[in-house]
Nanobody, 121 residues
């Protein structure tokens, strides 16, 4: 079984910073892409940032220059550093990783349980 556990969410004032972490554990043969999504109330889930196994990154236009995604392949963990936070960044943030549990099973997507980020004064 593969599990993704997120941490680091919370309440922060506008202009503040937060760092989200998502650790993958369990039966893991290899990890391909890792990413962060978010879903605000009444809105669809959207991609925030992603990082491939070779370190290539992409960001939603709304977070470019403010958010940074990184990964630690020794710890099987992906991070999202969020700076200059705005009220519109308020959402539940989910991590997703494309993981191959063993060499006999193809890659598939796994999701974390979500962590709430609230930006408010």
């Amino acid at each position: 079984q593969v599990q993704l556990v997120e941490s680091g969410g919370g309440l922060v004032q506008p202009g503040g910073s937060l760092r989200l972490s998502c650790a993958a554990s369990g039966s893991i043969f290899s990890i391909n892409a890792m990413g962060w999504y978010r879903q605000a109330p009444g809105k669809q889930r959207e991609l925030v940032a992603s990082i491939t196994s070779d370190g290539s990154t992409m960001y939603a236009d709304s977070v470019k220059g403010r958010f940074t995604i990184t990964r630690d392949d020794v710890k099987n963990t992906v991070y999202l550093e969020m700076n200059s936070l705005k009220a519109e960044d308020t959402a539940v943030y989910y991590c997703k990783s494309t993981i191959r549990p063993n060499k006999f099973i193809p890659y598939r997507d796994y999701w974390g349980q979500g962590t709430q980020v609230t930006v408010s004064s």
